[in-house]
Nanobody, 123 residues
Framework: QVQLVESGGGLVQSGGSLRLSCAAS????????MTWYRQAPGKQRELVAS???????TYVDSVKGRFTISRDGAMNTVYLQMNSLRTEDTAVYSC?????????????????WGQGTQVTVSS
């Protein structure tokens, strides 16, 4: 029905940069919101950044000024540019999308997750 695939994670030194991508596919009518979450071992999942189809963005305080979320025109792909990375940014980053999609002949609203991509920041 709906698939989300993240890419761009990896190992980077403190102060470096990474760009994450989240590509959506399937029988999508509309993507209302795309959100990046992250979760480090032993910690709760937290919202990192989100963007709506209208372009409104939201960031957790700890990444403001360092991370930027953006989208392509159709919002099929959302990006998270991460600059000035710190060791505390180390986590699995996952993409979530609130979408309206086709299920047979019916339109439905759902909340879908990608598999996640590991970001490791070393000192």
């Amino acid at each position: 029905q709906v698939q989300l695939v993240e890419s761009g994670g990896g190992l980077v030194q403190s102060g470096g940069s990474l760009r994450l991508s989240c590509a959506a596919s399937g029988s999508i009518l509309r993507i209302a919101t795309m959100t990046w979450y992250r979760q480090a071992p032993g910690k709760q999942r937290e919202l990192v950044a989100s963007i709506t189809s209208g372009g409104t963005t939201t960031y957790v305080d700890s990444v403001k000024g360092r991370f930027t979320i953006s989208r392509d025109g159709a919002m099929n792909t959302v990006y998270l540019q991460m600059n000035s990375l710190r060791t505390e940014d180390t986590a699995v980053y996952s993409c979530n999308a609130v979408v309206r999609y086709w299920s047979g002949i019916r339109s439905m609203t759902g909340d879908y997750w990608g598999q996640g991509t590991q970001v490791t920041v070393s000192s």
